[in-house]
């Protein structure tokens, strides 16, 4: 019967072996390659088949040591007395580790990160400018404060309601391309392999039995506020120190939109001389647009300053103010209104009581004026009646003037109402 071999190799029998296999017994052996590169085997047997597992370098910066490579034998063998694949174990192990290494990886993918990635992806195949503009500001005005930071592979059904509710009845049409957009980019993130299960933007079977269909609901119109009661709305208004108060104060005055004044940077104003411009990135024609600011709007933005952050309306230092703010304001003080409608309670006072133009009142709500031709013989923006018009509405809305008398109030420079 042949000698069992123990402890059979030494340090320097290690370091000047050839190449081949050397046993140190016990199941422990050295591997010498040709190239003179050296590694410890760990050779068993379980369930009638032999089978090696590596346990490292014998050589080398990361060299184990005999002695250690002898310790982990012994340990090795005990889990084999004991019935335990090593080999499989260790094969387990890698898997898990693989396993967590994936699911952190899919944790850290936001949803703003894999809209973004899908936008540019796919901009260059999209129609037009205008269309790859609404994608990103509707995603960027109405998504991201909600999901934005959220990991992709989180996003549930109450998050998805949480974009769209507030503005499914006010702007129906907006809210119905917002949920198809966010639609495509969760399938984006489950074709990637960072999300499983079903879609919670889907409409069909799911959203359609929460939310109301888009054809039941006022299609191109938002309920509007009376022009004569705005006034007296605005001094309700002013009697509230809540950020969207002024938020919606500046909106009224200044007759943008919505997505507008939220996204609102503090690089885009011009205290000085009373401009704030909002880049085309961020408008729905997709051009720049200038916004003459009267007195009472500069006066709202050096307060609205004591609130830290990019943003001219923060919630937080990198946040905006949510897209539901100023709606949950109006309903708080009990207006059966839209955020939006005020735009039209703007443009039904320019019509009723003032003399200026169709071409500036449709321009200060950065409408697009007439066909193409036109618009190409059309330079200016015609600011400078602009902003006559919007100092006339903020002083309207102040109280200085009933309805009745706007009309004599506001007087059109020479020529305007032939512009």
């Known amino acids: 019967m042949p000698r069992k071999l123990f402890n059979a190799l030494t340090a320097v029998k290690v370091k000047n072996a050839a190449p081949g296999r050397h046993a140190d017994g016990m199941g422990l052996q050295l591997l010498v390659k040709e190239s003179g590169a050296r590694s410890w085997v760990y050779r068993f047997m379980l369930k009638g088949k032999s089978r090696d597992i590596g346990l490292g370098p014998a050589a080398g910066p990361d060299a184990i040591s005999l002695a250690d490579a002898r310790d982990l034998a ?3 063998r005990l889990k084999v007395k004991a019935g335990i694949d090593p080999l499989e174990e260790r094969e387990r192990d ?6 967590e290494a994936q699911a952190a990886k899919v944790a850290a993918v936001t949803f703003k990160a894999t809209a973004e990635a899908y936008i540019a992806a796919n901009k260059e195949s999209w129609r037009n400018l205008k269309h790859r503009q609404q994608w990103e500001n509707t995603l960027s005005t109405y998504a991201y404060p909600v999901l934005g930071d959220l990991p992709v592979a989180e ?9 769209l509710e507030p503005i499914w009845r006010e702007i129906p049409e907006t809210a119905s391309r917002l949920r198809g957009r966010i639609e495509t980019v969760l399938d984006s993130a489950k074709a990637r392999g960072y999300r499983q299960g079903e879609n919670p933007a889907r409409w069909r079977g799911h959203l359609a039995q929460i939310l109301p269909a888009r054809t039941k609901l ?3 119109h938002h ?3 009376p022009y004569a009661e705005v006034p007296a709305f605005i001094a309700a208004l002013r009697e509230r120190e809540a950020l969207a108060a002024l938020a919606l104060e500046f909106l009224i ?6 997505g507008e004044v939220i996204g609102a940077r503090w690089s885009e104003v011009d205290l000085a001389k009373a401009i704030w411009t909002v880049p085309a990135d961020r408008m729905k024609a997709g051009k720049e647009h200038r916004v003459p600011l009267p007195p009472r709007a500069v006066e709202i933005l050096e307060h609205a300053r004591q609130f830290e952050g990019d943003y001219v309306f923060a919630a937080t230092k990198k946040k905006p103010l949510s897209s539901m703010a100023m709606s949950m304001l109006l309903r708080r003080m009990k207006q059966d209104v839209t955020v939006h409608g005020f735009r039209s309670s703007f443009r039904d006072w320019a019509a009723e009581c003032t003399g200026y133009s169709h071409e500036v009142a449709e321009m200060a709500l950065a409408h697009t ?9 059309r330079r200016g923006d015609l600011f400078e009646k602009r902003r006559k018009l919007m100092e006339a509405w903020a002083e309207y809305c102040a109280g200085h003037g009933a309805a009745g008398e706007a009309g004599t109030n506001v007087r059109p420079i020479r020529g305007e109402v032939a512009a």
């Open 369 to 377: 004026i007439g066909n193409a031709v036109e618009r190409a013989y």
């Open 253 to 258: 005055l200044t007759a943008a939109r919505s």
């Open 74 to 76: 012994a340990a090795l």
């Open 94 to 99: 890698a898997a898990s580790a693989l396993a």
């Open 218 to 220: 006022s299609r191109g």
């Open 155 to 163: 996003v549930d059904t109450p998050h998805v309601l949480k974009v």
């Open 223 to 225: 309920k509007a506020m």
